[in-house]
């Protein structure tokens, strides 16, 4: 328990000098790096030949879509040729056209769900100008929607930015230089980083083995700082050669955390009125404190569920003789334990990254509930920016129902709230668990969705809820136990990460565009506080009412009655 405290005690530090540096990127304001980085954009700008006019909401999604298909597009060809490429020394194959397609979709909705094993799937070119590359765009495309979408919201500017100058400034100033960074400690700490071919070596007891080599160090980096996902080996993280010691697992954890949470600040102080502006001992901004609390609640509910599950231990293994005095040890190494297992559980799906350093299908009932509880809310955090933005859905939905009960037009940082607005949160609501339970529902109805499941009864349909729910989500962490590689699973899955990802984004735009349109409204002594306790707890009862309506019937066929199962048998 000590070592969470220490920890989250640890992001707290670092995640409010990181959320004003990210306020300064996006307002354009000096920062200490101008120096360094003012160069190197303008080269960029140049070379591209990137007009810096700001946008529309409407023009700002055009390029984000524009530039993401033409990356896909890029990406799928290198997939079906790497077999024929060069960087290939393991002769890896071309990949099959549907998981060609959802391998490339995968990455590049900062969802990294894999349907194949990366030492065996791909070739080091894939790896490194598919994988890796898309880590970055992907990473800085969600970013860049989330500042156009914080722009329209705080009022203080004609139009919502210049989405290619976002992705060039989040990649120069904070993705490139963090990331290799962590690159570097990741090394330190024995995390491979080569084109050599793969290393076979003798046991100790007089084996042969063959050891996957590649730049893994540099995926990994980018992989959780831009709360990617997905894993140079099948193992993901639990392995030694992506994990190796409790620091490469505390580097990995801050570096899913910290951006996702220097978000919230950032939005803080962009929505801050202006006379507060000059006060600069302010650390998040009143609207960007209750986000970040409210999402901190769901957070520590989440994890003290899930490490109290996980400490309990299972009751199956204890009747079958295994000693369950230090938690349910099933899948977790032993370098981590208990705690640090449920503390990256937690945070890989609260965070929406998708690496693991356990295997989430080996966790007890309630303690698999909470990544999937997680990845359905999506906004616990969330990924870089996306969390943010669909946190403040959940923001306008409780200021429309408070405003119900008080029979007055809801505001939200001086705007009106009507029609049009109500009617996109309400699509992005609903998107969300249609893409989950309507594929889990085609996946247990169908015969091609049946032969990829692998375990009967409650655990089977967890693995279905989790697979979609992690899609959705554009986590891309997994249950695993699903004979996924298939037709079936390779499109559904496809299908359901680019939907979840682009249709949440678009229709957020829109919202940052209409409020931008909109004239500020007088406070008055009738308006509705969004910046006090009372508004906090009434955003996280918000939430958890959405779920519990949701998606609380599927949860109690799946983990639920396998949890009640297990201890009352």
């Known amino acids: 328990m000590l070592q969470i405290v220490l920890t989250l005690a640890i992001f707290m530090i670092l995640v409010i000098p990181m959320g004003t540096y990210m306020y300064h990127i996006a307002t354009k304001q000096k920062t200490f790096a101008d120096k360094i980085f003012n160069p190197l954009d303008n080269t960029i700008y140049k070379i591209c030949h990137i007009g810096r006019e ?44 549907t998981l060609s397609f959802n391998t490339i979709i995968s990455f590049m909705t900062n969802t990294n769900l894999q349907h194949y094993s990366g030492e065996s799937g791909l070739s080091y070119l894939s790896q490194m100008l598919v994988i890796i590359f898309m880590m970055f765009v992907s990473a800085a495309s969600g ?18 930015g210049n989405f290619y100058e976002d992705m060039v400034r989040i990649t120069t100033r904070i993705l490139i230089p963090v990331s290799f960074i962590a690159g570097l400690l990741l090394i330190w700490q024995g995390v491979p980083q080569t084109l050599e071919a793969n290393q076979t070596v003798q046991t100790i007891e007089g084996q042969f083995q063959d050891l996957a080599m590649g730049p893994v160090a540099s995926l990994e980096s980018i992989k959780h700082l831009g709360t990617n996902g997905g894993g140079f080996f099948g193992a993901n993280s639990t392995t030694p050669f992506e994990n190796p010691t409790i620091i490469s697992d505390l580097i990995e954890l801050f570096s899913m955390m910290i951006l996702p949470g220097a978000c919230v600040i950032t939005f803080g102080k962009m929505t801050m009125k202006r006379k507060k502006q000059e006060n600069k001992k302010v650390l998040f901004g009143n609207q960007g404190r209750t986000i970040f609390a409210a999402m901190s609640i769901l957070f520590i509910v989440g994890l003290a569920i899930c490490f109290t ?28 334990g208990i705690a640090q297992s449920a503390l990256f559980t937690t945070t890989t799906t609260s965070f ?48 429309f129902l408070c405003g119900l009960m008080i029979g007055r037009t809801p505001e939200y940082l001086g705007k009106k709230i009507e029609g049009k607005e109500m009617k996109l949160v309400a699509l992005v609501l609903i998107v969300h668990p249609l893409l989950i339970l309507g594929f889990s529902a085609l996946a247990v109805m169908t015969g091609a969705g049946q032969a990829g499941i692998t375990n009967e ?77 009372i508004f906090i707890a009434i955003l996280v009862v918000v939430v958890y009412i959405f779920a519990a309506l949701t998606f609380f019937p599927a949860l109690a066929l799946g983990p639920i009655a396998e949890h009640l199962s297990l201890w009352m048998p």
């Open 54 to 97: 700001g946008m529309n909401w409407k023009q700002y999604a055009l390029h984000l879509l524009t530039t993401n298909a033409v990356m896909v597009f890029i990406g799928y060809l290198v997939l079906r040729l790497q077999g024929i490429l060069f960087a290939n020394p393991n002769g890896i194959e071309a990949m099959e056209p």
């Open 457 to 533: 009864g409650f655990h089977g349909l967890s693995q279905v809820l989790y697979e979609y729910a992690s899609s959705a989500a554009n986590n891309g962490s997994g249950f695993e136990g699903l004979a996924d590689n298939s037709y079936f699973w390779n499109i559904t899955t496809g299908l359901a990460m680019f939907f979840g990802r682009y249709i949440a984004i678009v229709a957020q735009l829109a919202i940052a565009g209409s409020m931008l349109a909109k004239r500020k409204v007088n406070e008055t002594v009738g308006t509705l506080r969004t910046d006090n306790v």
């Open 352 to 399: 929406t990254t998708g690496t693991v350093n356990n295997m989430h299908d080996t966790l007890t009932p309630l303690g698999g509930m909470v990544p999937m509880l997680h990845m359905m809310l999506n906004c616990v955090f969330g990924g870089k920016g996306v969390g943010l933005m669909n946190m403040i859905m959940y923001v306008i939905l409780a200021v």
């Open 143 to 160: 970013y860049a929607a989330c500042m156009a979408f914080c722009r329209g919201l705080a009022g203080k500017q004609k139009d919502v």
């Open 309 to 336: 599950s996980e400490m309990a231990g299972n009751p199956a293994l204890e009747q079958a003789g295994l000693n369950q005095d230090m938690g349910s040890m099933e899948g977790k190494e032993v370098r981590f």
